[in-house]
């Protein structure tokens, strides 16, 4: 067992060193030159050569009484690309034709499953291959819950359903999180999306089912924490989903699920156990694709404003992911190229898309829809602030504000 979890800091909450290099990165402006000069209004200012290498990159123009700060960015491109999580189908070597595309991208992080994951050496060395071609900091998440959602199995880890671990109370939650997240690190994996905090009661068939830990919402409360510290210990980020709770009709991969439950609803118990996670710092939440008509109207969570008001009311300040935006609920409104943009203007911090073949179509449809005026700038550079925050970066000379 590990120490205290409330003592440990997983490494991607470490502040970057001071100036450290983000990889990839084209700059859309040339460094500024020792010695440069600005007149703006008759007032010059100049940039002495020792502070041309700081790594503070907003030069401050006064204009009357008022400052100015010029803020230096990445281009758009390679902001839009450090908002995309994608799979890799196919790919369990980092040669493999697909990473081009994505390094070309330069892409925020990459979603392992079971068909990425053969034995240990193996995905080993495609972790660390992916992160020698798209860059150290890469984020590397692996869908993994245990039970029937287990993309690690072929790694000899059997970890128990969520509702088989909630009837043996906490501690075996909190063991089960500790493997999950030992397996995880051991191979180079930085990011679990887990644990399920949606509450059920339902068979355990049933899209969530045995993938619930139960339908109290305390209890599922209790489970979910320990769960989650289990998994940090190993010095690996969480992710709580599918916010704000996976309730109603139909299945989000087949096409739309509608819950009726009302906001009183939500918060007197969906909302429980997810409250839980963020006031024990959970670093991701996935945004889940059901639609509540009663809090939001006809929007799945993943695209409505309000849902991701409602997760920062909960005092949430960390990377908000949609969960994957090729399921049916998504394709059969918007396709590729408008979907990530109108997630992440709703409040989407990371956009989860499997089809990793598409990742030019998706940073393609983020850029024009900030020079179209559709994403505002802002709420772009908002999300890749929170998206570097989580891979350890320092966000100055990448994003304003």
Known sequence: MVGDPCEYAPKHLQPAPSGAPLPRLRWPFPALAAGLVVSVLGVVALRPADQAAAPDTTLAVTAGAAP?????????????GLVLVVGLPGV????????????????GGVMLRDENIRDEEQVTELVAGLRHRLG??????VDDEGGR???MRALDLEVASARRLGRQGEDAAREAGEELGALAASVGIDWVFAPVADLDA???SGVIGDRSFGADPDEVAGLVRAFARGIRSAGVAVTAKHFPGHGGEGDPHEGDTVDPTTIEGLVAEDLVPFRALVDDGAEAVMVGHVIYPAVWGDLPASLAPRAYGLLRDQGFDGVAVTDALGMGAIQTRHGFDEAPALAVAAGAD?????????????RDGLVAAVREGRLDERRLDEAGRRVLHLRGQDPTGTVCG
């Open 202 to 204: 339902g068979p355990s």
């Open 136 to 141: 150290q900091d890469l984020l590397v998440a």
């Open 68 to 80: 100015i700060d010029i803020c230096t960015r990445a281009s758009v491109e390679d902001r839009a």
């Open 149 to 151: 959602v287990s993309s």
């Open 350 to 362: 990371a956009v989860l898309v499997n089809q990793g073949g598409e990742v030019a179509r998706l």
């Open 92 to 107: 369990t070597t980092a040669d493999h034709p697909l990473v081009d595309d994505l390094a070309s991208v330069g892409v």
